[in-house]
């Protein structure tokens, strides 16, 4: 009964101003993201994609966040508001959209959690898109430069401020995905020890997770043929188009590798080379010795990493 | 029960991750923002320049939402629309803001995110300036459209600025005269009571001329920064109002040029339909010369031989005359006599030289009546005649017959 008299009481708090709604919502944030939780739970059950073990639990969690995350700035411009019923609307409202998070089963392992999240995280921030050509296919700033032909503007412009994502960005975005220390080490285990068998699941859950957050692209960055790449490559255009879908589309930077590996030399085919951790100051040297030493090293030149490289 | 505790720990990282959200969007510089629609990245908009950057995009879909986030991501704006309509929000980043206004059509939407880099003081003050002559007019964030104008005229302005800025005036003077009073009022008693606390404990005689002069000098002090302060607003005043008496005399300037304006356009108008009506008098002058011209011929036309002359065999052999096409008209002129009537003090020399002009014959004159015969060529009629004739500055009156009233 007295659960009862406090809820009632909480979803009838009223903020009339926007200091208000911040200090509500700052006051009342556990509650917030639990009922925020508690939604995504019932949507996953309802749509049969729930089953009861810390993994979905964990997926709530974070879909809970995200959106709670949406409704602390966007709920802003909606005072007056009672926070608790405008979170429901809010909530109900994305999940009717289709297709609102990329829910797979094999997703929800530590491989699929650390894919799902740093390719979730690239779609709202240009320095996780950059860094998605080290953590899937091993390439440095200097690499994907060529690989991309970008101009000097154009390179400085996108990897202006990658020293972010070294610093705090991977550290997030590890966070809010959900992983630990310990799954990371796991998997890096496991990628030791059994290579093939890791790049043919990632290969696998790498398509279903493109496919997904590609869909966040703008209707014009959609997949060309290969004449239309050749043509955007020749004529020099389209720096955002080549960033954007090569980093969220395998199949696209294959093509663009084949079409240009004349004047690639040195730089490796794209394949699935999984670096779960960003490449710290202390490793920039290592990695370049690493390339060096490589028995087709001798033709691979040097890479131009700068300090904020991935 | 260790997947509770890591569930706990993960639970307390993502709430931390979120309280931590406002300190991180004030210290995360904007740089370049992203602007996604409906969840896709349609752009960006710098914000390192000093000026302002726009970033507009249409597209066929309505727009749900607008989100801003900065190059790694950070939420830093949301805002939803409406599925017809206009919406606008203001998202301020530190001293920088930014403006999203969406209007959804039937047809689809389209979205305006303006970046405002900080204005510099001077910019500040200036706009305050232009806030007060506004009349305090534009409040709130809400974006107009583009064809309301923000610039009403400045008469408009003025007339409007003017009975604000005064009321203003006069409630600074008003405060700043209550203030005084309040605070000497205050002063007094606080003084008094303070006197009356202390005075029983010991050496009233000495304690109380020294804390009134204490209390005297700190009303002092005060009064003298009141009154500095309304010398300063005093001065603020006087300085408004002289830019208001040059806004006025512009005003006023602008006007009368405005007046100069209109009476020139006048007598442009004017001017124009008097070249209008001379443009007429010039053609109807075309054709009385033509008539004349007519009327010459005739005169000078050869009378045709009535009998062929002895001798002149060569003449008999001579081609007829070519006749021109005028020639041709003359034949069918038309003989007719009319009366007609001069102003007083017209001159034998300015009547005759006007028959001699239309190749007239004059007859008998009655009673100031002069008696005209012309030959009118077969197009022109005889009031048409009449009617150019009487346009001459020296006819007063013509008649057909004397037993008729003249027409004037």
């Known amino acids: 009964m007295a659960e009862r008299q406090v809820l009632s009481t909480k979803l009838s708090i009223l903020a009339t101003s926007v200091d208000e709604f911040d200090c509500l919502v700052a006051e009342t944030l556990p509650d917030l993201l639990d009922r925020a939780t508690d939604h995504l739970r019932r949507f996953l059950r309802e749509t049969g994609q729930w089953a009861d073990d810390i993994s979905h639990e964990k997926l709530a969690l974070r879909w809970g966040y995200e959106l709670l995350e949406r409704f602390l700035v966007w709920g802003r411009n909606e005072v007056p508001c009672r926070p608790y019923f405008l979170l429901d609307s809010f909530i109900a409202r994305y999940l009717s959209q289709p297709e609102p998070f990329c829910y797979h089963k094999d997703l929800l392992t530590p491989l699929g959690r650390f894919l799902d999240g740093v390719t979730a995280r690239a779609v709202l921030s240009r320095d996780a898109l950059m860094a998605l050509f080290y953590h899937l296919y091993g390439f440095g700033q200097g690499q994907v430069v060529r690989i991309l032909d970008l101009g000097p503007t154009e390179s400085q412009r996108v990897y202006k401020n990658f020293e972010r994502w070294r610093r705090a960005g991977w550290q997030r975005a590890m966070i809010e995905s959900g992983m630990t220390d310990s799954e990371l080490l796991q998997i890096e285990d496991q990628k030791r020890r059994h290579s093939e068998q890791i790049i043919a699941e990632a290969d696998r859950l790498l398509r279903a997770v493109q496919d997904h957050y590609r869909k966040s692209e703008p209707d014009h960055f959609r997949c060309l043929t290969r004449q239309q790449w050749a043509h955007m490559f020749q004529e020099g255009y389209g720096y955002d188009y080549r960033v954007w879908h090569l980093a969220l589309c395998r199949e696209c930077l294959v093509v663009t590798y084949d079409l240009r590996q004349d004047g690639l030399a040195g730089i490796p085919a794209p394949r699935i080379d999984l670096q779960f951790r960003p490449l710290s100051k202390g490793r920039i040297v290592s990695f370049i010795m690493k390339y060096r030493e490589d028995g087709n090293g001798a033709g691979r030149p040097t890479q131009r990493l700068s300090r904020t490289s991935a | ?408």
């Open chain 2, 1 to 408: 029960m260790e997947q509770d505790g890591q569930l706990s720990a993960y639970r307390e990282h993502l709430l931390d991750a979120l309280r931590d959200l406002p300190e991180r969007r004030r210290g995360e510089s904007s740089g370049s923002l992203q602007v996604f629609v409906n969840q896709e990245c349609v752009g960006t908009v710098d914000c390192e320049g000093t000026s302002t950057t726009l970033l507009s995009v249409s597209q066929q879909q309505p727009v749900r939402e607008v989100e801003i986030r900065t190059a790694a991501g950070l939420l830093v704006g949301s805002l939803s629309a409406q599925e017809v309509g206009m919406k606008v929000a203001r998202f301020s980043l530190g001293t920088e803001a930014l403006e999203v206004s969406v209007q959804n059509r039937s047809d689809g939407g389209s979205v305006r995110v303006t970046y405002r880099a900080p204005a510099l003081l001077w910019d500040r003050v200036q706009n305050m300036a232009m806030a007060m002559v506004r009349g305090f007019g534009r409040r709130g964030t809400r974006v107009l459209p583009e064809h309301v104008s923000l610039t009403p005229a400045p008469s408009l302005l003025l007339n409007h600025a003017w009975p604000k800025l005064a009321v203003v005036a006069q409630i600074v003077l008003a405060s700043a005269v209550v203030l005084l009073v309040v605070d000497r009022l205050t002063d007094r008693f606080g003084t008094e009571s303070t006197v009356a606390q202390v005075a029983p404990n010991s050496e009233p005689s000495v304690i109380k001329p020294t804390i009134l002069e204490e209390a005297l000098a700190r009303q002092e002090q005060r009064l003298l920064k009141l009154t500095q302060t309304q010398e300063a607003a005093v001065q603020t005043l006087k300085a408004q109002q002289r830019e208001i008496g040059r806004l006025h005399r512009a005003v006023v300037e602008r006007e009368r040029m405005r007046d100069q304006l209109q009476r020139l356009t006048a007598a442009k108008e004017a001017l124009s339909r008097d070249v209008a009506l001379l443009e007429v008098r010039n053609r109807e002058l075309e054709h009385g010369l033509k008539e004349q011209a007519v009327a010459l011929a005739k005169v000078l036309l050869p009378q045709p031989p009535d009998k062929p002359t002895a001798g002149g065999g060569s003449e008999a052999t001579l081609p007829p005359p070519i006749q021109p096409p005028q020639m041709a008209e003359v034949r069918r002129e038309n003989p007719f006599t009319f009366w007609v009537s001069f102003q007083d003090g017209t001159s034998e020399e300015s009547i005759e030289h006007l028959i001699h002009e239309i190749h007239g014959r004059r007859g008998p004159t009655s009673a100031g009546w002069y008696n005209v015969e012309v030959n009118l060529p077969q197009p022109q009629t005889q009031d048409g005649f009449f009617e150019s004739l009487k346009k001459t500055k020296i006819v007063k009156a013509i008649a057909t017959s004397l037993n008729t009233t003249p027409g004037q």
